[in-house]
């Protein structure tokens, strides 16, 4: 079974400061990783996904994450943050091995960006 | 403008009430999903259709159904609706999943039942 964990319901971080949201998984295989954003009644949008080679891969409005199979983790990053990264991020992992054609989400981060 | 299309955007039903959600996708994908996404839950999958023809069951598929119509859409019906099926539902779609490509949502329908 697969499964994937966003440990921090929110994060609180001042504009310009870097920040970091967690997120860990579990699939019995490899991963295909995903980062997706939600602004306030819209759908998910894609920010940036690990599939295979260098483990640290960049997405759109500068963030970046960070593959780690021996922590299985995928945390998402950014140097310096701004009020407009303020959403809801969501995590999501699909074990490329898998014949189910499916990916599973986080229950979400909230992220608050203060002036 | 290419993407994923749901219809109603809003609904009040009252318990009891049957409806369909419907959602369609112009970028030629393989497979469509259906999610609902609760406060503090994430997005839970319903249901979802690898290729046209076929559909599998999610996490929380009681209460629902699906139909794959054709390649463009896939539409999710609740029979009996009841309040704890308040929610916000998403459909999205991908060409192929297998090759760990990105899934396009649409904009959601917020459901409410009293």
């Known amino acids: 079974a697969q499964s994937v964990a966003q440990p921090e319901d929110q994060v609180n971080v001042a504009e310009g400061n870097p920040l970091t949201v967690k997120c860990t998984y579990s699939?019995?295989?490899?991963?295909?990783l995903f980062w997706y954003v939600q602004y306030p009644n819209r759908g998910l949008q894609f920010l940036l996904k690990?599939?295979?080679?260098?483990?640290l891969v960049k997405g759109s409005y500068g963030f970046e994450a960070e593959f780690n199979k021996s922590q299985t983790s995928f945390h998402m990053k950014k140097p310096s943050a701004i009020v407009s990264d303020s959403a809801l991020y969501f995590c999501?992992?699909?074990?490329?091995?898998?014949?189910?054609?499916?990916?599973?989400f986080g229950s979400g981060t909230r992220l608050s960006i203060r002036p | 403008n290419a993407g994923v299309t749901q219809t109603p955007k809003f609904q009040v039903l009252k318990t009891g009430q049957s409806m369909t959600l419907q959602c369609a996708q112009d970028?030629?994908?393989?497979?469509m999903y259906w999610y609902r996404q609760d406060p503090g839950m994430g997005l839970r999958l319903i249901y979802y259709?690898?290729?046209?023809?076929?559909?599998d069951k999610g996490e929380v598929p009681n209460g629902y159904n699906v139909s794959r119509l054709n390649k463009r859409e896939f539409s999710l019906r609740l029979e009996s609706a009841a309040p704890s099926q308040t929610s916000v539902y998403f459909c999205?779609?991908?060409?192929?999943?297998?090759?760990?490509?990105?899934?396009?949502f649409g904009s959601g329908t917020r459901l409410t039942v009293v």
């Open positions: 970028m030629n994908h393989n497979s």
């Open positions: 999205a779609s991908t060409l192929d999943p297998g090759q760990g490509l990105s899934y396009t």
């Open positions: 699939v019995s295989g490899n991963p295909y």
């Open positions: 259709s690898a290729s046209e023809g076929t559909t």
């Open positions: 690990y599939i295979t080679g260098d483990n």
């Open positions: 999501a992992v699909r074990d490329r091995y898998s014949s189910a054609s499916k990916i599973i």
